[in-house]
């Protein structure tokens, strides 16, 4: 792609990024890996499941992540950061809503509340500074079969996420394990997060652009299963064998399989 045609993200931007890329690094790898000595950092208390979960989740976010920070460039900052965007809203306005699962005594929780109101900002602001910006090039407008792909993602994840919004209990009833209200809520991020990022490229798309959310949606498939595994290797809950479990593995198998899919669409749609 000719650099003139995608013009640089701003130093903030690209900053901000950065101290991402190494929060989500620390986060991710240490509770899906190492969730002992994570939990003594985090703000409130997790259970085995959701600590695993959260690890899932913040390691596929890295690679949103680092994809922008590495290239630093609008594509692929266009669908990132909307997607950095509406993560760390739905995160930070939940919770406040459960403010009562932070113990604001401890340091960890004013963290949490400012890494994730300053990165909401900067993303917010960022995006709106860049509201005229065109459509990078070369580009596709997705026709056809990534269209129906784009659109499977944004009406199926984005549903879903918003039932874990307003209906969480009855929602995250065939999860493998039960989650309150608090924590299915913050989940419906792995579901609105691709989604929004889908709608943004159904105006259009880049290489670089679909390979961002293809990852980072493939990611979202694999790696919540890999944490499903390793916590039960430990504590010995999960019935593989029940309709809901096998549902919830479908769920993030198929997710991976339009990622992949997805990161590959630019091949397969036959853009030069």
């Not at 930070?92 to 401890?106: A, G, P």
């Not at 340091?107 to 890494?115: K, N, P, Q, R």
Request: a positive charge.
């Amino acid at each position: 792609m000719n650099k003139d045609a995608n013009p640089p993200i701003s130093a903030l931007l690209s900053g901000v990024t950065w101290l991402e890329v190494v929060i989500l690094s620390w986060a991710g790898c240490g509770l899906l890996f190492y969730p002992p000595v994570m939990q003594l950092f985090w703000p409130w208390s997790l259970a085995p499941f959701n600590l695993r979960f959260l690890g899932a989740l913040y390691a596929a976010a890295l690679i949103a992540a680092l994809l922008q920070a590495v290239s630093g460039r609008w594509s692929p900052a266009r669908v990132v950061t909307p997607m950095i965007c509406i993560f760390t809203l739905v995160v930070t306005v939940f919770s406040l809503v459960h403010l009562e699962r932070f113990d604001l005594s401890r340091v960890e929780a004013w963290i949490w509340f400012v890494l994730y109101i300053g990165v909401c900002l900067n993303a917010g602001i960022h995006l709106w500074l860049y509201r005229r910006f065109p459509l990078p090039q070369p580009a596709l407008h997705p026709q056809g079969t990534l269209r129906g792909m784009l659109w499977s993602v944004v009406v199926g994840l984005g549903v879903y996420g918003l039932l874990l919004l307003i209906a969480p209990l009855a929602a995250s009833a065939f999860w493998p394990w039960q989650l309150d209200a608090f924590h299915a809520q913050l989940y419906s991020v792995t579901f609105l997060t691709p989604a929004l990022g889908a709608w943004v490229l159904l105006r259009g798309a880049t290489r670089s652009d679909l390979r961002a959310l293809g990852l980072t949606l493939a990611a979202w498939g694999v790696l919540p299963i890999l944490g499903l595994i390793l916590a039960d290797a430990n504590v010995k809950q999960i019935r593989w064998d029940t309709a809901e479990t096998i549902s919830w593995l479908a769920l993030f198998g198929l997710m991976s399989l339009l990622g992949a899919w997805l990161s590959h669409a630019w091949k397969v749609e036959g853009a030069n």
